[in-house]
Every structure is written in C-alpha cells, then in structure tokens.
C-alpha cells in the first residue's frame, strides 16, 4: 500500500509560520494529486490545500494568502509552508492523495499559542 509520511508540526506562537513536509513513494507522488487535510477532535477533516500533477493548485478560502503549498519532484516530497497562523489553524495535519485517498497515516500535530 501507499504511504505518506507527515512531518514538520510543532508548537508555534500566533501571527508566525511554520513548513510541513510531505514525503510519498515515487509511484504515488508522479501519478497522483496531494493534498494537506486537517482535523480538529470532533470534526470532519477538511481539505486544505492541493497540488496536481501539472501544479495547478486549490486552496481552502479560510487559508488562501496566508498558505502555499508546493512539490519537489526530486525528492518525492510536497510542502506545506503556512504563514500568519492563528489559533484556528490548531489542528493535526494529514496529507494524502486527492480526490480520493490511500491509506490515512498518524498526521502531524500543529498548535498555535496566542
């Protein structure tokens, strides 16, 4: 099976920013859009951010400006660079094929202190 491996989150003060990365298998990440999701507890998870494979890119409206997200071919890996965060970007961070799914993994948790 596919396997994204998230990486990155931490704790970071309001109004500062902060880069997840995204590493796929090389078959996953040539053939397949990736996306970054996020689930607060008791929510649905929500899209977030995508990047096809020509690159054009799709970003949720409570993030547009303020996130990018961006691939590196080389190294199989998509990004996640987020700036102005606020305490609604608190949540765990997922990233995975769009606009259907392989395998969820642990995700990586990002919490913004005001």
């Known amino acids: 099976q596919a396997q994204l491996v998230e990486s990155g989150g931490g704790l970071v003060q309001a109004g500062g920013s902060l880069t997840l990365s995204c590493a796929a298998p090389r078959n996953t990440f040539s053939t397949n859009a990736i996306a970054w999701y996020r689930q607060v507890p008791g929510n649905r998870r929500e899209h977030v951010a995508r990047?096809?494979?020509?690159?054009?890119?799709g970003y949720a409206d409570s993030v547009k400006g303020r996130f990018t997200i961006s691939r590196d071919n080389a190294k199989t890996t998509a990004y996640l660079q987020m700036s102005s965060l606020t305490p609604e970007d608190t949540a765990v961070y997922y990233c995975?094929?769009?606009?259907?799914?392989?395998?969820w993994g642990q995700g990586t948790p990002v919490t913004v202190s005001s």
């Open positions: 990047i096809l494979t020509d690159g054009r890119t």
């Open positions: 995975n094929t769009w606009p259907t799914w392989v395998h």
